[in-house]
């Protein structure tokens, strides 16, 4: 008996509700107001909370989507062809200077980061962490330095000799075991002897090639190219990784400097 008086007394409500609203769009009108629907006049029914709920999950899933799509990071996005012809054309000594800016561009972005954790984790599944990039920049000179050495201190040699460049498991386990900052370090030390060996040639030496039926004919010149292509590709991607984790929260500006302001930094050549 008493939800039925309940139910009576609400659509009552209701219904004086829907009358005075007619009723003042009736006197609106009568008076030369601008004409508006009585019903957009009513306030609008409150949203259910599950449906609310279930409207911002798929908001999140098509952001995600969205994001996956369109900036999902790795090293294997495109370069570019402007950026391609800056590297062709510096000269050998801006090369230099290039490799050697890629261990000022790291240190400037990891050393203030005293937490592993923040640079052993990746923004989302499938991405890098700042950890592994260094690894793969690591592991990129120690293939290429044996060759450039061979090269440099033989006479057309047989780029065929060297065993191929495979990843050491062991080293992989004690890789997970390392910091990044000692990662850092011993990838300072390859990249500083791969610099020392290019500064004492001479600028006809980046012209010597070594052959290679396994692989292809390579000359310096190539490989030190390769190089600075291939520090693009992970300091972009290094860059991005710092930025979008959080990683950089509570640093100096001079300290999140991105990549395109530091490359302004490099010259396209010069002369000593």
């Not at 690591?138 to 033989?154: G, S």
């Amino acid at each position: 008996m008493t939800g039925g008086i309940i139910c009576r007394r609400y659509r009552i409500g209701i219904g004086c509700l829907a009358t005075r609203a007619i009723r003042r769009h009736m006197d609106d009108a009568g008076r030369g107001r601008s004409h508006v629907p009585w019903r957009e006049t009513m306030p609008p029914a409150p949203a259910e909370p599950m449906l609310v709920a279930r409207a911002g999950k798929k908001a999140r899933k098509k952001a995600v989507r969205m994001r996956s799509a369109t900036s999902f990071i790795t090293v294997d996005a495109p370069v570019d062809e402007q950026q391609r012809r800056q590297i062709a054309q510096m000269n050998n000594n801006a090369v230099i200077v290039r490799l050697m800016f890629t261990i000022n561009h790291l240190s400037r972005w990891l050393s203030p980061i005293h937490d592993p954790d923040r640079l052993s984790r990746s923004v989302y599944r499938d991405e890098p962490s700042a950890k592994e990039l260094v690894i793969g920049m690591r592991d990129e000179e120690q293939r290429v330095f044996p060759k450039m050495h061979l090269i440099a201190t033989r006479s057309n040699p047989d780029l065929d000799t060297l065993p191929p460049w495979q990843p050491d498991p062991r080293v992989r386990d004690a890789d997970q075991r390392t910091p990044p900052i000692v990662l850092l370090a011993s990838f300072r030390r390859l990249r500083l002897s791969t610099c020392s060996l290019l500064r004492s040639l001479p600028d006809d030496a980046w012209d010597l090639m070594g052959r290679s039926r396994r692989d292809r004919n390579v000359t310096v010149r190539e490989l030190a190219e390769g190089l600075v292509l291939h520090d693009y590709r992970y300091l972009r991607a290094l860059d991005d990784t710092l930025e979008q984790s959080g990683a950089r929260e509570g640093l100096a500006e001079i300290q999140k400097a991105r990549l395109d302001e530091l490359l302004k930094l490099s010259p396209g050549h010069l002369d000593f």
